[in-house]
């Protein structure tokens, strides 16, 4: 399970929710990274508003920049520890 940001309907900040998710195993040339870090930036809080040039489908989430450890490989993934 892991915890995750997200929000079902656009709105400000009330409309975010943290989650527990199942996290599947990463598929064929996938890598699966424990987070330790993301960022949040202005085109995350557009899209939780729905202003952004893109339209999110919901539920959606944020953080898209994050730092962390590689946990897991697909198959065919090469060059990853």
């Not at 195993?25 to 085109?43: D, H, K, Q, T, Y």
Request: glycine fraction near 14%.
């Amino acid at each position: 399970m892991a915890r995750v940001v997200r929000f079902h309907s656009h709105g400000g900040p009330e409309v975010l929710r943290i989650e527990e998710i199942e996290v599947p195993s990463p598929g064929p040339g996938e890598v699966r990274i424990r987070v330790r870090a993301l960022g949040l930036n202005r085109a995350e809080a557009s899209m939780r508003n729905g202003t952004y040039i893109e339209t999110p489908s919901l539920p959606s989430g944020l953080g898209l920049e994050a730092a962390g450890f590689v946990e897991a490989i697909g198959e065919g993934v090469a060059g990853f520890a």
